[in-house]
């Protein structure tokens, strides 16, 4: 198993740092740390496709828990993932509205804007009390439409 360096689990084999560059075969795959959704989120980069587990879906921000920080998650997303070519394909671990896959371009309008910080604590707000993870749902978070 690969992850980031900071990953608790005994199970790695392959621990990596940001900017890495892991080699398969000839090919040549970097490694972006993307921390929010956890402290060792990771996305990696093969030629033109995004490989960006959870942290962004091919909707929007992908869910953050409770101990996560949503902020930084969408730091990461603008700063370390929407740097790329228009064209590059994003592709997320989870398939959400029908959407397995998506490209950069796609973001710019829905993510470039500020919107973190209500949906944390109307977040925070709604879950109170309950045993429901602190995830945001999607009238939170910039969502795509088909």
């Known amino acids: 198993m690969v992850a980031n360096e900071c990953a608790p689990t005994q199970e790695v084999q392959i621990k990596t740092r940001d900017e890495d560059i892991l080699y398969v075969g000839e090919e040549t795959v970097r490694v972006i740390h993307t921390p929010g959704r956890s ?3 990771t996305a990696y980069l093969w030629r033109d496709r995004l490989f ?3 942290t962004l879906l091919a909707t929007g921000l992908g869910p953050c828990p409770r101990d996560g920080d949503p902020a930084q ?8 993932l929407l740097i790329y070519p228009q064209e590059y394909l ?3 671990s989870l398939l959400y509205r029908n959407r397995r896959v998506a490209c950069v371009g796609d973001f710019a309008k829905y993510l470039n804007r500020p919107i973190i910080k209500v ?4 977040s925070r707000k709604m ?3 309950t045993s429901t993870p602190g995830f945001f749902t999607s009238s939170m978070l910039p969502i795509m439409e088909e």
């Open 39 to 41: 402290p060792c989120a």
């Open 90 to 92: 994003v592709y997320p």
């Open 73 to 80: 998650q969408l730091h990461s997303i603008q700063q370390r």
């Open 52 to 54: 960006t587990g959870k």
């Open 119 to 122: 949906g944390r604590q109307r």
């Open 127 to 129: 879950n109170a009390g």
